[in-house]
């Protein structure tokens, strides 16, 4: 392993700057990174390599004439398929858009370049980004880096396995109901999904998928918290496109005064039993956390087990329906395609045909549809009372590690409850590693807090790094056998 694939952004951006290393030899190294496990792990699906390499040339010739240099000048990036870069595809997974082509960047990506990063490539999802395991018709199923038998989750599956396995420093996911959170848990990365607003979400596919709450996010996904925290001052603030994004005051994740903190330890979640090393990876946070005089209770506010019902009443109530969404503006026969599943007929993953039949579902009860979504300011109310201005939530991102592929069509929808309330409620979230599991797959933790106190959860989130290690040098992407879990 080259040590350039395992240095966090931040160090490849000062570096580059002090002429210790080029951008060529960066770029170079990350792309070879990714020409040796993508193989295995499909988790880049549409790539520029030589223009990369051009874009890093033209980048050193820059640092040679002491230009003035962006904050992740020369760093390679990549991008979740879901976010437009111009000239790549742009299909969300989904076979009716499989020959879109961006014509212009997204907003956030924009920014990134303008920052000074060099996209290499785009990465999977699942289609539409309706299920947490990353498959879809257009592209095929992604592999975990820890145990090709294992899902790194989904939606930002591809972005997290392709961080975890050393081919790229960091890059942007995005996340309605758990989508950057699930997979860095599952692949042993940082991943934070933003206050709702924080981050423009102009030029990602699919559109936001409600009108009342800004539950549809862009964040980053990283080695290391610092270039998390990095990458989400570069692409913060309101565009005057989106109608959800406004300017949060920025507040650097620095030191933190632990003792007026107060930590809330979350390790249950409603409907679905947590697996019981992943509620004493909660238990390790929250102790490290006390460790530095930090306020520690243990809460359970009834509202919240209604988080997942309230989440999936808002998106029943958005501008799109998932039928729709899948046939990119025309509709399926979900029902046909539920029968055509167990045979291997239907084009759709059997996770997204349930989100649709949840859908339907609610669209048959409009009224406690209706009911359900107007809590949503209540639950965020509840939330912001439990947390005063400096409080913390320590919460399982899933309720097990990496799943096995097979058992993800199959999987407890209501476990998703783990990642949905903070969707709901418009929280900032930082998911961090914090040990391995019995089975050798990483376990992680989530820590939200109030909406606009991102610093507080990045901050934290640093803090557990430090002790427990965080993301490790990658392992080369095979299978471990047939071990339980």
Same mark, same amino acid.
């Given at each position: 392993m080259s040590e350039l694939l395992t240095l966090s952004a931040v160090e490849l951006a000062a570096r580059i700057r002090r002429r210790e290393v080029s951008p060529v030899e960066v770029v170079d190294a990350h792309i070879t990174r990714i020409e040796q496990v993508n193989p295995v792990l499909n988790a880049v699906v549409d790539e520029r390599f030589e223009a990369a390499r051009t874009e890093a040339r033209d980048a050193e010739a820059a640092v040679d004439s002491g230009e003035a240099l962006g904050p992740l000048h020369g760093v390679p990036i990549t991008m979740k398929e879901f976010l437009a870069v111009r000239g790549m595809r742009h299909t969300a997974g989904i076979k009716a858009r499989e020959g879109v082509v961006a014509a212009d960047d997204a907003v956030v990506v924009s920014r990134v370049r303008k920052a000074g990063a060099i996209v290499l490539g785009l990465t999977n999802a699942p289609e539409g980004g309706l299920w947490h395991e990353t498959q879809n018709p257009v592209y095929g199923r992604t592999s975990n880096p820890w145990d090709?038998?294992?899902?790194p989750g989904g939606s930002s599956g591809g972005e997290a396995a392709i961080i975890a396995a050393g081919g790229s420093p960091l890059g942007?996911?995005?996340?309605?109901?758990?989508? @950057?959170?699930? $997979?860095?848990?599952?692949?042993?990365i940082v991943g934070h999904k933003p206050s709702g607003g924080r981050v423009p979400t102009t030029g990602h596919y699919p559109p936001h998928p409600v009108t009342a709450r800004p539950m549809l996010t862009v964040g980053p996904m990283a080695r290391r918290v610092e270039d998390a925290a990095l990458l989400l001052r570069v692409v913060s603030g309101a565009d005057g496109i989106d109608t959800f994004a406004r300017d949060f005051p920025w507040r650097e994740p620095g030191d933190v005064d632990w003792s007026k903190v107060r930590v809330v330890s979350m390790p249950r979640v409603p409907?679905?039993?947590v697996r019981p090393e992943v509620a004493a990876g909660v238990h390790k946070a929250v102790d490290s956390l006390a460790n530095q005089g930090a306020r520690v209770i243990e809460a359970h @506010? $009834?509202?919240?087990?209604?988080?997942?019902? @309230?989440?999936?009443?808002?998106?029943s109530e958005g501008p799109m329906t998932l039928e729709e969404l899948v046939a990119d503006g025309d509709r399926i026969k979900a029902h046909r395609e539920l029968l055509r599943y167990p045979f291997g007929r239907s084009q759709h993953a059997g996770g997204v045909l349930l989100m649709m039949l949840l859908e339907r579902l609610f669209a048959n009860f409009p009224g406690r549809a209706r009911k359900l979504a107007a809590l949503a300011p209540k639950l965020e109310s509840r939330l912001d009372e439990l947390l005063g201005e400096n409080g913390v939530i320590i919460h399982p991102p899933y309720?097990?590690?990496?799943?096995?592929?097979?058992?993800m069509a199959l999987a407890n929808p209501w476990a998703m409850a783990t990642t949905t309330l903070f969707n709901v409620t418009a929280s900032p979230v930082t998911v961090v590693p914090?040990?391995?599991? $019995?089975?050798?797959? $990483? @376990?992680a933790v989530q820590i939200a807090s109030r909406r606009g106190r991102d610093d507080l959860t990045l901050a934290a989130a640093a803090h557990l790094e430090a002790a427990y290690g965080g993301w490790v040098r990658p392992v080369e992407p095979r299978r471990r056998g047939r071990a339980a879990g």
């Open positions: 090709l038998d294992r899902t942007l996911g995005s996340d309605t109901g758990g989508s @950057i959170r699930m $997979p860095a848990a599952f692949t042993g409907r679905a039993r @506010i $009834p509202e919240f087990d209604q988080a997942f019902d @309230i989440w999936s009443a808002l998106l309720v097990r590690t990496a799943p096995r592929h097979r058992g914090v040990d391995v599991g $019995p089975t050798g797959l $990483p @376990i």
